[in-house]
């Protein structure tokens, strides 16, 4: 007896997650993986959809489908703002993708706009008040991962190394510090799953049925003052979330 649609999509979603099928490859055609695992070639073409949409495949006109999946990227709050960690590279996102065995680079863009709405509640800037933006496309490898723009006070960062691209080991953490704005925690404002825009889905290379998470990241010094709020987008197959929830 063949199997089922689902129980071929959790065959080969093993396979890529076990690098059996690596990122760029092509799996076999739908007649053929059919014939090997006894199933009618609509029930492969659900099991692919079913893969799709996790962002693990894509379909490519004259090739096939492809394997689309990246190792999972760990993002682990626990210590990733941590001096050691950050220092292992050019800031935790680096740290985090170097440690995968990939390339991490992020292009960046710096500016001054004003903030959209939920950015400025969390800074308390007046509306239409201009703020630094450091807008950063982030890359494991050449697959753009995340979008990542931080928003700084113009009065932290206006002038200061803050605008300038080069940035000291540790990222723009590090940097703030040394500008005596030394950030002592964060909240985080996670929504793990929703539709991507237009806009980011084209960014991204995925399809309007995928999913992308959404973060704020709002950091605050030891006055109580915010003095960064970075908003992450990325696909949310690429990554993973461990938090430590105190009990006591």
Not at 41 to 49: E, I, M, P, T
Not at 126 to 151: C, F, H, K, W
Not at 177 to 196: I, K, M, Y
Not at 213 to 224: I, K, L, R, S, W
Request: proline content about 7%.
């Amino acid at each position: 007896m063949g199997l089922s649609a689902r129980d071929l999509a959790a065959v080969l979603r093993r396979k890529i997650q076990d690098q059996e099928f690596k990122y760029g490859e092509t799996l076999p055609s739908q007649s053929e993986l059919a014939r090997e695992y006894g199933i009618s070639v609509s029930s492969v073409n659900r099991s692919l959809a079913e893969l799709r949409r996790e962002g693990l495949v894509r379909p490519e006109q004259g090739k096939g489908t492809i394997v689309t999946s990246l190792p999972r990227i760990i993002r682990d709050a626990r210590d990733r703002y941590t001096t050691p960690k950050r220092n292992e590279n050019r800031g935790a996102f680096a740290a985090e993708v170097s440690r995968l065995g990939m390339t991490p680079r992020s292009d960046t863009n710096i500016f001054r706009t004003p903030p959209p709405a939920r950015v400025a509640e969390f800074l308390g800037t007046p509306s239409g008040e201009e703020v630094v933006v450091r807008n950063r496309e982030m890359y494991a490898d050449d697959t753009l991962v995340q979008i990542a723009p931080s928003y700084i006070p113009l009065d932290i960062a206006g002038g200061t190394m803050l605008e300038d691209f080069v940035q000291v080991p540790g990222g723009m953490v590090s940097t703030m510090a040394e500008l005596g704005f030394e950030q002592v925690h964060a909240d985080e404002f996670l929504t793990p799953s929703r539709t991507p825009t237009p806009e980011e889905a084209e960014k991204f290379d995925i399809r309007g049925d995928q999913s992308v998470f959404e973060m704020f990241h709002v950091a605050y010094d030891a006055t109580g003052r915010v003095v960064e709020v970075c908003h992450h987008v990325g696909p949310t197959h690429l990554w993973e979330f461990v938090y430590r929830v105190p009990m006591k």
